[in-house]
């Protein structure tokens, strides 16, 4: 099996690297009773590891991600064979037998108990299976902390959707203290997300999800800047709120900043954050694209020994998008994951028992199961599948799992297709799901679930909210004490009132009123939505809300399909076209791959442009369409951010090249390519600064700037520049940050 950079490296198109991950397994001569291990012995006359790693990724249902790591199955009967093998297996060959090794499988080894995995070495998976679907859930608990995570990924392809839920549906793992993540509950959490982190966007988010009786499982907010005084910034709104409502004790608040930034936050100002925030992967390489490593999670889970540990976040197909699939299918990259979690969640453990301090604290995982885009998976049912695999695999980890049952606007799921998703998923229990006024998110530009998406879920399935916030909601007075809503259901203003009073507060009601209205227009008028009321059934938007919504997802769609003008280079100023490998549109969208590699004759333009000036600059701006051509076009925002961005830079002394790249169907990693072309062999550090549109959905068109800083020794070397070493300032736009600020805030980090 081709590992995915050597492809790359070969210059195949992405049509090209398709097919070839078509070759799949051909599985024959399978003998009654043989386990797969068995099989490639007696068939290859050796052990072959590749092999391996494919039939178990044929055993896999049918993802595109599998496909174009060339591990999926060709057709329904390979499938089918490579289940019966791997149903014949028995779990001491599965854990003999692991896929790739590193650092981090040898730390997940680490949390399994020998004993009771010894007692289950004679086990074949079919044997297991039947035992989850036959036992009682506490029966399955006194196996589970023997499994491994490799056994639980294979485990999880052998069952059906209804076997999946029947599994879900009988084993929890609730938080400490709380009904969060147990049978019959089904949590929230609050995501106030805004496109340049105002305040009063997360504020009112915040104050809406309250008028719903949504929010229990954390209020969590995904940062447009993670510069330190910004992260504190946005803790300290949500730390203020859950203070001033004094849940402080009952709901925890984070800002979903990198780990090391949350760790710069507390120790400048102790107390400021509560649930400490980190995505995570599933091998020692992906995770270096995070900037983390086995060992920094060890030291930081060992230092959490308050009531709020560690929050993760996970997704198939995050780990071969960036470069590091290891010839391994996407499910087992995410069962290491949670093995990950569930060995960071032992070290909280046992800190907390060094202090004397009770054993548990809250630990939990939230699935982002479709963020990545159509590369990963295309279709509804997929994502269906997708999130019954990861609610099995997290609950047999011993983890309290949540989801976020997601899409982003260029796969082909629609805003009624993501309910339907949620109405299949949720006889799994999950322990919770995102919360947002709408299925769009306003900054990060993706669909999910809504705060009516939460009513509806209590109504249809008779899910109920953790007792303690049930309570803050009823003495809020949006819910009666029979739980019924009452005419202050779905008014943030009334939530508002509240807040203002328990601030001591002693303006009219007329006055909290007016000025209440004035900020929620405000909120609205930087592209926020804010839900109010309902429409004919207290789980449906309001009528105007639903069309805004509606409007924005048909943007969205002529965002990511929109193609540069054809005389757009030359109206952008001085550049060098640069092209990449995609086809076309199609192919760019669906094969992010093409996208993200230039063409060797751009590449000869490149090294033009370096003899040219040889070493007279050191900074270089790119502008690629990405995914919102429109953002670029849009009242000339591209080309008036590269002219500010110019005059910022001169202003403090970097000397940038006249010309400026533009590629057509680029994306991030593209730009890295460039700077290896421009910068290689030089000496000192040299930045590269791209412009890419990105985010359709948000209701702006949105560019971003990827700021990438390092020594020309290290641009030497290729493929190693990458997402861990740089930074990022998005939500460009005139009705988000603006050109001018967002230019003064890039030099402000390249200068830091």
Sequence with gaps: MLHRRKILASGLSAAAFAATAMRAVAVQDVQDGEGLVQWILRTRGRWDPELYRRMLGAANDFKEGDVLIGVAAANEQERTLARKLLSHTKLKLIDANPPFNDSLSDFIRESIQADVAHRLSEWTLGELKDYLLEKSEAEIHSIRTGLSSDVIACLVRLMSNEELIRVGAKVFNPLPGTQLGAKGYMGARIQPNSPTDHPDDIRWQVFDAFAYAVGDVLVGTNPVSSEPSSVATVQATLKDI????????????????????QAQVEKHEPGATALWFQSIAGSDAANETFDVTTNKMFRYAAERTGPYALYFETGQGADFTNGHGQGTDMVLHESRKYGFARSLMDVVIQARRSKKLSQQAWVHLNDVAGFIGPEVFRTREQLVRCCLEDIVMGKLHGLMIGLDICTTLHMDVSLDDLGWCIDQIMPANPGYLMALPTRIDPMLGYLTTGYHDHVHIREKFGYRVNDAM?????????????????EHFGNPIHVYQAYCRRKGDNRSELEIQAEANSKIKEVRDRGVFLAEGYGETRSQLAPSLAKDVNRIFIDAKECI??????????????????????????????????????????QSTLRSLREKYRDSFDTFLVLSDGLNALAATSNDQASRLLDAMRKQLAAYGFRVAPEHAVIRSGRVRAGYQVGESLFHSRTGRCHLLHIIGERPGTGHRTLSVYLTSADGSVWSQVSTVDHNITKVVSGIADTALTVELAAETVVRLLRA
Excluded: M
Aim: aromatic share 10%; proline share 5%; charged share 20%.
């Design 561 to 602: 399909w929109a193609e540069l003008p054809q005389d757009f280079e030359k109206n952008s100023g001085n550049f060098v076209s640069i092209k990449t490998e995609s086809a076309d549109r199609h192919d760019y969208i669906l094969h992010p791959v093409s996208g993200e590699r230039i063409t060797s004759e751009s």
């Design 470 to 486: 049930w309570a803050f909601f009823q003495s809020l007075g949006v819910i009666d004490d029979r739980g019924v809503p009452t």
């Design 242 to 261: 859950l203070e001033t409502f004094g849940l402080s004790s009952t709901l925890p608040h984070c800002v979903l900043s990198h780990i090391d930034v």
